[in-house]
């Protein structure tokens, strides 16, 4: 199993991205998925899910502002940030709900 994401980057406040995570070694209609995001000296904060059948899930934090979507042909989820703030400064990790299979992560940075 392994999750790659990408799509981080420098972004100015108000700004858009679209993250990816990209999975192999299972299939991502087939398992529950999470986005996390870390800041240093702060607990992993858990963002969006999205479950097998297509539901999904999002912190207060973060709903009206992420999005959280999959490609089952390209067995890839996504989370779109809109409306970018500084306070979404973060490693973003996208991670298998059961397994306990992580990505390495990928930065946002919000100028």
């Known amino acids: 199993v392994q999750l790659v994401e990408s799509g981080g980057g420098l972004v100015q406040a108000g700004g858009s991205l679209r993250l990816s995570c990209a999975a192999s070694?299972?299939?991502?209609?087939?398992?529950?998925m999470a986005w996390y995001r870390q800041v240093p000296g702060r607990e992993c904060e858990l963002v969006s899910d999205?479950?097998?059948?297509?539901?999904?899930e999002y912190a207060d934090s973060v709903k009206g502002q992420f999005t959280i979507s999959r490609d089952n042909a390209k067995n890839t989820v996504y989370l779109e940030i809109h409306s970018l703030k500084s306070d979404d400064t973060a490693v973003y990790y996208c991670?298998?709900?059961?397994?306990?299979?992580w990505g390495r992560g990928t930065q946002v940075t919000v100028s």
């Open positions: 991670a298998t709900e059961a397994g306990g299979y």
């Open positions: 070694g299972f299939t991502v209609d087939d398992a529950d």
């Open positions: 999205i479950y097998r059948d297509g539901s999904t």
